[in-house]
């Protein structure tokens, strides 16, 4: 589906990506793992040609992002993004429906479709469809994001950091969500995050970057293996999530003390 070939990009006399060779196969979500500035984010944004290589290629489905219409390629690509950006002068249904209208889709179809999706992403639509995004919880605009993304029976999907600004009971529940999805309409995508946990969670496979080079590459099972100095600093993150916030006392409390 998608074909990193040595790319690198530049701005003035940065290097953000450095050489990039990786592919995304049909049917797997690929996690871009990394700290902040370590070129996950610019790589996924060459995928749409939202960025362009400076050197190298990104291929879609065999095409070369810079020879292809940019604007046709983005409509047949899904995005969801940490801050959503729903339109808030419209109502969820439109939200839902705006690229198909693009299309041209009649407009039965497009209902059909937005009242399909919202089922799924659990906001029924003859509760939800006439809201507009002012009315709504993050995580419940989030669920919209992800409908909009799906609405144009898109086969592939790109996630930037979607559900960082949650809480994380609701970020665990976007997470159940996207795998039930990704699983009902066989969705190939990208994800980026800096959450190893969640990386674990939903990645097929992980790249790691640092500083616009691919430090790691492989499965969860794989990564939790890795040697490299990038990967342990990494694992160790999830080593301090399992610290208890407050230890359990170690000394026996006076007789008569309230336990």
């Known amino acids: 589906m998608i074909d990193f070939q040595q790319v690198q990009f530049r701005v003035g006399q940065k290097e953000i990506l450095r050489g990039l060779d990786l592919r995304v196969d049909k049917g797997e979500t690929l996690v871009l793992l990394g700290r902040s500035g370590s070129g996950k984010t610019t790589a996924l944004r ?4 939202m960025l362009l290589p400076t050197a190298g290629a990104v291929l879609v489905e065999g095409q070369p992002t810079h020879e292809a219409d940019p604007v046709e390629l983005r409509r047949r690509i899904g995005y969801v993004m940490q801050d959503v950006g729903l339109f808030p002068h419209w109502t969820v249904a439109r939200n839902v429906g705006a690229v198909p209208r693009l299309l041209g889709w009649p407009e039965d179809r497009i209902w059909r479709s937005v009242e399909t999706l919202l089922d799924e992403v659990g906001l029924p639509a003859d509760e939800y469809a006439e809201r507009y995004p002012s009315t709504l919880s993050g995580g419940q605009r ?5 409908a909009r993304a799906l609405a144009a029976e898109t086969k592939l999907l790109l996630l930037d950091e979607p559900f960082g600004a949650l809480d994380p009971i609701t970020r665990l529940e976007m997470q159940d969500l996207f795998l039930r999805l990704r699983s009902r309409h066989g969705i190939t995508s990208v994800f ?3 959450d190893l946990q969640e990386a674990f969670r939903v ?3 992980i790249a790691l970057l640092r500083d616009g080079l691919l430090d790691t590459l492989g499965s969860p099972e794989d990564f939790r ?3 490299t100095d990038e990967a342990r600093a990494f694992l160790r993150t999830l080593a301090a999530d399992d610290t208890p916030a407050h230890p359990a006392p170690t000394t026996t409390p006076p007789v008569g003390e309230d336990l």
Not at 46 to 49: E, G, L, S, T
Request: proline letters at 0%; hydrophobic letters at 40%; zero cysteines.
């Open 225 to 227: 293996l890795s040697d």
């Open 142 to 146: 989030q669920r919209v994001g992800v």
């Open 192 to 194: 980026v995050t800096h």
């Open 46 to 49: 060459m995928v749409n040609a």
């Open 203 to 205: 990645g097929t496979r």
